[in-house]
């Protein structure tokens, strides 16, 4: 079984910085696209950045989403905090595991992390 589990949030000040990280656990499993989202409270989840498994960086606006080969992570570093940041941050993978020989699809969301950015 393929699991995601997202980590790094907290409360950080407006202004400041801040990296959460994703990790997926189960062996085979190859990363097509991972994306972050984000739900603020009282609200609908939305996209806020995402880089196929190919990638090693990529930028929207304040977000940067970068590949860590080492701990095989994908982080989400968003940069300029506004409170309107907070929120709890979910990571979405898909891609496909290799199954004896048959590839078999995958897409795990992560329970998500909580993040408040204060004023």
């Known amino acids: 079984q393929v699991q995601v589990a997202e980590s790094g949030g907290g409360l950080v000040q407006a202004g400041g910085s801040l990296r959460l990280s994703c990790t997926a656990s189960?062996?085979?499993?190859?990363?097509?696209?991972t994306d972050w989202y984000r739900q603020p409270p009282g609200k609908q989840r939305e996209w806020v950045a995402g880089m196929p498994g190919s990638g090693v960086t990529s930028v929207t606006g304040r977000f940067t989403v970068s590949r860590d080969k080492a701990k095989n992570a994908v982080n989400l570093e968003i940069d300029s905090l506004k409170p309107e940041d907070t929120g709890v941050y979910y990571c979405n993978m898909r891609g496909w595991r290799n199954i004896r020989g048959s590839l078999i699809p995958v897409d795990r969301w992560g329970q998500g992390t909580q993040v408040t950015v204060s004023s």
């Open positions: 189960g062996s085979s499993f190859s990363v097509d696209h």
